[in-house]
């Protein structure tokens, strides 16, 4: 089945500083690819999404970029707030049709 | 348009006890999907409901069950709790089934002791 493989954390960084979670997948044809985020104490909220390959999902300043050739989703933002601190998940439906997620990247941004 | 509503929040339940969970979908969605979330992974497809009949299930033990009712809300229930069923059960509602677009509430704290 499908499966969704995101890098280890926690992550530290200081405001301002760049962020870049990455995110890999392993799918049958070219399935619509997530970022799920979970601020603490709270369920998941939909970030971005992006439904076919070369398409880019954005949202909050986040951003992320559909590329088959490498089977990445990595997620990017330029300028991190501490509002941003949360744990954020790479998703995507498996064959059917259920959402499979990540393990989670716990993010902390120091002010 | 209401979002997704869970209760309770917190639930303290002795092992071999059994538990249900609610969950109100959100206004015009008409299924339901659960997840359990062991702390400090991401969470586990249990089941899914469409039109008050179970659409998938993961790979959970019969013991974990559920329901729809014609309102679209849901519960979840677990029989003969374990010490590892302690997790955050998170609900989901999506417009129909193959609409990957879920929307989750805030999810029920469960503690086995």
């Known amino acids: 089945g499908n499966s969704v493989t995101q890098m280890e954390g926690p992550v530290t960084l200081s405001e301002e500083a760049f962020l870049t979670i990455n995110c890999t997948y392993t799918?049958?044809?070219?399935?619509?690819l997530f970022w799920y985020v979970q601020y603490p104490g709270e369920g998941l909220q939909l970030l971005l999404k992006a439904t076919k390959a070369d398409d880019k999902g954005s949202n909050k300043g986040f951003e992320a970029t559909y590329r088959k050739e490498t089977t990445s989703f990595h997620l990017e933002k330029g300028s991190v707030q501490v509002s941003d601190s949360a744990v954020y998940f790479c998703?995507?439906?498996?064959?059917?049709?259920?959402?499979?997620f990540g393990k989670g990247t716990r993010l902390h941004i120091l002010p | 348009e209401t979002g997704v509503t869970q209760s309770p929040t917190h639930l303290i339940k002795t092992r071999g006890q059994q538990v249900t969970l609610r969950c109100s979908s959100q206004?015009?969605?008409?299924?339901v999907s659960w997840y359990q979330q062991a702390l400090g992974q991401g969470p586990q497809f249990i089941f899914q409901?469409?039109?008050?009949?179970?659409?998938g299930r993961g790979n959970f033990p019969p013991r974990f069950s559920g329901l729809q009712f014609p309102n679209y809300s849901s519960e979840l229930n677990v029989n003969a709790l374990e010490l590892d069923d302690s997790a955050l059960y998170l609900c989901?509602?999506?417009?129909?089934?193959?609409?990957?677009?879920?929307?989750f509430g805030q999810g029920t704290r469960l503690t086995v002791v």
């Open positions: 206004s015009g969605h008409n299924t």
């Open positions: 998703a995507l439906p498996n064959r059917d049709d259920k959402i499979i």
């Open positions: 799918a049958t044809g070219y399935p619509s």
């Open positions: 989901a509602s999506s417009r129909r089934p193959g609409n990957t677009e879920a929307f």
């Open positions: 409901y469409y039109r008050e009949e179970e659409n």
